[in-house]
């Protein structure tokens, strides 16, 4: 009796008519429910897919690497005054003929006392010298002019570090790498190839293929076997 006064007073209508009221609106919100879409299948992904899906992949990391360098600038300039003809104090890799990379820099050099007091423009191993006193000139003349005497200004550039994918598909892939000195470089690309649609440049140094590291000749090697390929670049023209 107590339970009939209490729907009275708040629904104003018997059980019954409660228990129909329930039941309609449980019928009302099953037809309203949205109807299930069955899922679909993903179309498997081609050669050609990975290719143009890998283009975008890098540009992302070459965005995350800008992102990255923000702490210094990806270029930076270094002022020296030589007194005398000496010893640069550091030393090139020439593998690739237009940009000399560092190799290592020599203790007590001019190079040292400079990333001593400018540690946010310091030169390391793997930097590229870009030009000297703003001459762009080949590499071997560049590193030339650092062992005149007087006023010097080097121009260099830190790598970006990127990866593509590569597959051949029973087709060359487009580019001609020189493997003569320490470091495997791209001598050149031919244009619409496999390598220059997968954004290789000319003077990208291959680092890694398939995420194993070696010398020129063993990455070479892996080049001319493998028919799928991850290769690791460090890139140094834009």
Not at 39 to 66: A, M
């Amino acid at each position: 009796m107590a339970w009939s006064c209490c729907v009275c007073d708040c629904q104003g209508s018997s059980p019954e008519a409660v228990k129909t009221e329930k039941t309609e609106n449980w019928k009302v919100s099953q037809v309203d429910a949205p109807p299930v879409t069955p899922p679909q299948e993903t179309p498997e992904e081609t050669c050609d897919d990975v290719v143009s899906l890998r283009k975008l992949e890098v540009f992302q990391e070459e965005k995350d690497g800008d992102r990255l360098q923000e702490a210094r600038p990806r270029e930076y300039k270094v002022e020296l005054e030589w007194t005398e003809t000496r010893s640069s104090g550091i030393v090139f890799d020439l593998s690739d003929s237009r940009i000399p990379v560092v190799l290592s820099i020599e203790p007590g050099s001019d190079f040292e006392n400079w990333n001593a007091k400018f540690p946010e423009l310091e030169v390391e191993t793997g930097h590229g010298l870009m030009s000297v006193n703003d001459e762009v000139l080949s590499g071997a003349e560049m590193v030339a002019k650092l062992k005149g005497a007087g006023h010097v200004s080097l121009m260099f550039k830190l790598p970006l570090i990127r990866t593509v994918k590569l597959s051949k598909k029973g087709r060359p892939l487009g580019f001609f790498l020189a493997r003569t000195g320490t470091s495997l470089v791209v001598e050149s690309v031919t244009s619409g190839g496999t390598a220059a649609l997968a954004g290789i440049k000319e003077s990208d140094r291959i680092v890694a293929v398939n995420d194993r590291e070696g010398g020129p000749l063993d990455l070479n090697d892996m080049i001319r076997k493998c028919e799928e390929l991850e290769v690791r670049l460090a890139s140094y023209v834009d």
